[in-house]
């Protein structure tokens, strides 16, 4: 019987089926499980008790059938995704709890009866992406991080502010789905804004000056990297700017390799951006981030390292 591996993520995710297909051309059975396509369908099956000792079975998106058990390794790559529902006319409540119970379902089914390797596991991928989390992990690993206030109070934010010369960034916290929040300077007009400062606790930052943002994907033992040479603060809305192969030095891979370990995290994507004077500031990690864009920038073949990585599980 061929190795088996899994992937849950949500529906027609081109990275999902990008390393599915490539998994599958080393000749093992790769399926995806819809994490948003649970309801209206017998999507989980779970049995513990009475002579049970607990066993799972999902229905994958070509609608087979698979033994949790048989699985080498999952994918964790997106799993907390609301549930798409037809019925326009459901109420909040009964929305929240198909979608509640989708996820405890599927997330308690995998947590208690796999037993192979998790990339990443739901508990490390759910602390991991809070970044007050991350920047913990990075500070206590040694690696530069830049001055970082988490408040809610207009005048903290104000002294911070004062304090950096009027240099600071904000971003969220945590973040929600949707249109993506875009990392900005605060200007002097924010901090009027006191309601919204105390709406809730964000990030302000030191602004880290330099054009050269690294974007990192480190895979278990191996990393791969990205320069986007641009002057904007946030260089996702914009990749039409020089963007190349950044080769990772064993020093930084091994860095890197610390903060994910402390976070219980196999993989993840790593911004970084290099200063001036040539030292490499940690800015984020994503357990599970975007990395399809800099295999068609800089030819680097990152869906073929991630299935020998997925695969040598």
Partial sequence: MPRQFLIVTQADDLHGLAVQAAVRQRGFDCHIVESDQVTGRESVHYAIGNGETGAAVLRTSEGELVDVSSVEAIWLRRFGMDQQLDQAD??????????????????????????????????????????????????????????????????VVREFWTRHGGRVIFKPLVGAPGPIVLTRLVREEHLQSEDSIRCSPAIYQEFIPGTKHIRLNCFGNQSYAGLIETADLDWRPNLEVPISRWPVPDTVHGDIRKVLDLLGLEMGIIDLKETPDGELVWLEVNPQGQFLFLEALTKEPLIEHFAEYFTSA
């Fill in 90 to 155: 459901l109420a909040e409540s009964h929305r929240a709890l198909i979608n509640n119970d989708c996820l405890g379902a599927l997330v308690g089914s995998l947590e208690n009866t796999f037993r192979g390797k998790w990339i990443s596991s739901p508990r490390a991928t759910q602390y991991a992406s809070n970044k007050l989390n991350q920047l913990a992990a990075a500070h206590r690993c040694g690696l530069r991080i830049p001055d970082t206030l988490i408040t809610q109070s207009p005048a």
